[in-house]
């Protein structure tokens, strides 16, 4: 049994709202269990230095988590001067995955740049993070195109990812953090809506893992991706 009570391939409930920001291009505030993530899409017209030129655009992302998104206050990354690396990872982490999505000579010379902030933690933040940083960056597209600002549709599909692991030595779908901290084995899954893998992210955290496992997990991480496209989709439907 789970801690949570979940069967071993459920997810945790997934709620998109969108519009959650005035300000930004696109927006939405992604739920996934008690995980909450604000994701901001931002339009810059040029691109960075080293695409100028080029005809290419740049997709980016930054991460950050609230002082008080875990059930400890965290020092805010400004006030230390530095982000950790764990943050750098995680930023880089979006940033690639969504790019993975773009066709970024559609997208012409500029940049978007997705936000995602953890406002309340309970496992597989960068997932949930890539999840509605690809609606935040949807929203922004459609913005283009109905300004006409785009003649072509850069997105090339969706990109969502999950969390997988294994626990008390079953293979679980989607951890949360109870199930996370004690897993021997954690795995992060990006995939496209046509189940292209993106990156995966596997480790044995207190026990090794086999070959027949890791494919254990990927079926997991497709059927999981299967429900987080719908959850997509059903924004713009």
Not at 60 to 81: F, H, V
Not at 100 to 121: H, K, N, P, W, Y
Not at 219 to 229: P, S
Request: glycine fraction near 12%; proline fraction near 3%.
């Amino acid at each position: 049994m789970r801690p949570s009570g979940r069967n071993l391939s459920q997810m945790r409930p997934i709620s998109i709202e969108t519009g959650v920001m005035r300000h930004a291009e696109g927006s939405c505030l992604i739920r996934c269990g008690d995980t909450h993530v604000l994701c901001t899409a931002s339009i810059e017209d040029n691109p960075p230095r080293f695409l100028k030129g080029t005809g290419l655009g740049w997709v980016t992302a930054e991460y950050g988590m609230l002082p008080r998104a875990t059930n400890t206050r965290n020092r805010r990354e400004a006030a230390q001067g530095k982000q950790s690396g764990r943050t750098q990872e995680i930023q880089r982490l979006i940033g690639r995955s969504l790019r993975a999505g773009i066709d970024r000579s559609a997208l012409g010379e500029r940049q978007i740049t997705v936000d995602c902030d953890v406002i309340q933690a309970d496992g597989g933040t960068r997932c949930a993070s890539i999840t509605g940083g690809w609606v935040a960056l949807r929203l922004a597209v459609n913005k283009l195109l109905k300004a006409g600002v785009l003649s072509t549709d850069p997105i090339i599909d969706h990109v969502a990812a999950v969390s997988c692991g294994i626990y008390a030595g079953q293979p679980l779908l989607d951890l949360d953090y109870a199930e996370d901290s004690e897993a021997g084995t954690d795995g992060n899954f990006v995939l496209t809506g046509a189940g292209r893998l993106i990156e995966v992210q596997m480790s044995a955290e207190g026990a090794t893992f086999s070959r027949d496992e890791m494919g254990q997990l990927l079926d997991l991480a497709e059927t999981g991706m299967a429900e987080l496209v719908a959850a997509q989709k059903a924004v713009f439907a």
